[in-house]
Nanobody, 124 residues
Framework: QVQVVESGGGLVQAGGSLRLSCGAS????????MGWFRQAPGKEREFVAA????????EYADSVKGRFTISRDYAKNAVYLQLNSLKPDDTAVYYC?????????????????WGQGTQVTVSS
C-alpha cells in the first residue's frame, strides 16, 4: 500500500503562483511514475501533468502547458507541481496520483494510488 499526501493549495489572485507538493510512501518511489489531476465542481477529474519514474519524460494538458511545471525529488520521495500565471479556470481540487509503472500517463485508470486532494482557488 502506498500513502499519498498533497499539500500547498490555497487562495490566490489571478496571475499568481502556487507550488503543490506530494509525498508518497514506499521504498520503491524511484520506480513510480507520478501524476497530477484536478476536479472542478460539477466536472470530471481531468489530467494536468505527469512525470516518468526516471524524471526524464513529462506530459502536460494543453490547458496548462507553459504555465505549470512538474518535478520530483527522489531524496524526499516527493513530486511537485509549480503553478504560475493562474487563472480562475484553474480553480479545482488537485490530486496527486501514483502509478506503479514507468511511463508518464494521462488517464485516471493508469494510476493505482491517490491522495485526498488539495484545494486551489483562483480569484479574478
Amino acid at each position: 500500500q502506498v500513502q499519498v499526501v498533497e499539500s500547498g493549495g490555497g487562495l490566490v489572485q489571478a496571475g499568481g503562483s502556487l507550488r503543490l507538493s506530494c509525498g508518497a510512501s514506499g521504498r520503491t518511489f524511484s520506480t513510480y511514475a507520478m501524476g497530477w489531476f484536478r476536479q472542478a465542481p460539477g466536472k470530471e477529474r481531468e489530467f494536468v501533468a505527469a512525470i516518468s519514474w526516471g524524471g526524464g519524460v513529462t506530459e502536460y494538458a494543453d490547458s496548462v502547458k507553459g504555465r505549470f511545471t512538474i518535478s520530483r525529488d527522489y531524496a524526499k520521495n516527493a513530486v511537485y507541481l509549480q503553478l504560475n500565471s493562474l487563472k480562475p479556470d484553474d480553480t479545482a481540487v488537485y490530486y496527486c496520483a501514483v502509478r506503479t509503472g514507468a511511463g508518464a500517463r494521462t488517464r485516471t485508470s493508469d494510476y493505482d494510488y491517490w491522495g485526498q486532494g488539495t484545494q486551489v482557488t483562483v480569484s479574478s
